[in-house]
């Protein structure tokens, strides 16, 4: 009978659209869920029935609708800086990658990660953030696994090579005096130097420039404060390049326990003899004490940087990416986490910046990109819908009742 057939109809509307309000339900209750991605409901009719009782055609009554599939947006959400170095954004498609506990791997795009009493990366689920393990010096390599902060102090590195880049006055007046340290009459120019030993010590590499005939440069080292050693003598031409002694060997006598004799080249090769007062424009050497970790940062390439006490800075990890040829059959597993499925297809990783993956933004958390206006107006029509639907069900029990009334 066609007014029991409309009451069931209506009843697939009632149920259909009950669903529908818990997706928006959902969708409104994570407005402030970090990476969350809003979901939408779509809707399909069920098979027709056909008043002849043969084929289709425009004798066919519609039996109702069910929801079909609850499709994911997983378009962008909106930036927020909030200055916490690991709140970890995406700027594009990829997504992390975490392992629990107890090593399954999910993928997520809420980035609000931190550091657990082990120092491991872990977002607010225990999960450990994935990423390429770097070697001792700060080496990415290819091995993917948690992220952990490392505590270990940095060793020192003794100085092998320097380099002075300046200026020796071209119109300097040799000296007259013999050389000797305590006498600044007797040299024309003198600059220091910090150098380091095999244990992280410093110590302090004096340089003094003696100008004994045109073009013509005697060189002396001090160490720590000792007696002064001649140098290689230096030779400019009549442009001010060095010509030779551009090279200088340094031997220093270590008492401290540190390797000894400490030897250090020093490349002088830059610097010039112009009618200028004579100076350093800059010097640089390439050892350094030992330090501990100062602060962390991570940079849009998702490297994880240690910067140390000493000045050093060394990469820890770089932050694993993961997109998808269908984020839409990811499996939604809760606490943010996604799972890998059939339909979703193998993850793709690799490093940020590359492959469509997308840009790692620290301090930075990506919001739930839910639209309350839209799903407000999404409310309104499923309540009116589920309304027509109750109504229609109930018209459909006032005619039945008209029916039994006949027999009055």
């Known amino acids: 009978m066609g007014i ?13 659209y009950g669903n529908a309000m818990g997706v928006i339900g959902n969708n409104i209750a994570n407005v402030g869920t970090a990476g969350f991605k809003s979901s939408r409901a779509t809707f399909s009719d069920l098979v027709s029935s056909s008043l002849a009782g043969g084929g289709a055609g425009s004798d066919q009554i519609g039996l109702g609708v069910f929801m079909n599939d609850v499709q994911r947006n997983f378009s962008q959400g909106s930036m927020t800086t909030t200055g916490n170095t690991f709140d970890l954004a995406v ?23 931190q550091v657990n009493n082990l120092g491991q990366v872990v977002d607010s689920s225990g999960a450990l953030l994935q990423g390429y393990q770097a070697d001792t010096v700060g080496n990415i390599t290819s091995i993917v696994s948690g992220i952990t902060l490392t505590s270990s102090a940095v060793p020192p590195v003794a100085t092998t090579t320097a380099a002075i880049l300046g200026n020796l006055n071209a119109n300097a007046t040799a ?16 600059t220091g130097m910090t150098f380091y030993d095999s244990l992280g010590n410093s110590h302090q590499m004096q340089l003094y420039f003696r100008k004994t005939a045109a073009n013509a440069w005697g060189v002396y080292s001090q160490i720590d404060g000792g007696a002064a050693t ?19 060997t340094v031997t220093a006598a270590l008492t401290n326990g540190a390797t000894t004799p400490q030897t250090l080249t020093v490349n002088l090769a830059s610097l010039t003899q112009f ?26 390439d998702g490297k994880v ?8 800075t060394r990469a820890l990890a770089q932050v694993v990416l993961s997109r998808f040829m269908n984020p839409d059959g990811l499996a939604d597993v809760g ?56 109504r229609a069900i109930t018209t459909s029990d006032e005619m039945l009742q008209e029916l039994v009334n006949l027999k009055r």
């Open 4 to 16: 029991l057939t409309s009451m069931f109809t209506a009843v697939t509307g009632l149920s259909s």
């Open 91 to 113: 700027d594009g498609n990829g997504f992390y990658l975490v392992r629990n506990p107890a090593g399954a791997s999910f993928y997520t795009r809420a980035g609000q990660f």
């Open 175 to 190: 000296p007259a005096s013999a050389f000797a340290v305590t006498d600044t009459t007797s040299y024309n120019f003198s």
């Open 230 to 248: 001649a140098q290689t003598n230096m030779t400019f031409n009549a442009s001010g390049a060095v010509t030779a002694g551009g090279t200088q």
């Open 275 to 300: 009618g200028a007062a004579s100076g350093v424009v800059s010097q640089t050497q390439n050892g350094y004490a030992s330090g501990t970790m100062d602060r962390i940062s991570v940079d849009k």
């Open 305 to 312: 940087m240690a910067q140390f006490t000493n000045g050093q």
């Open 335 to 390: 606490d943010n986490h996604f799972l890998e499925t059939v339909e979703s297809g193998a993850a793709l990783s690799g490093a940020p910046t590359v492959n469509g993956l997308g840009r790692v933004l620290s301090g930075t958390v990506e919001q739930s990109n839910v639209d309350l206006g839209k799903e407000f107006v999404d409310m309104i029509i499923t309540q009116r819908a589920f309304q027509a639907n109750s």
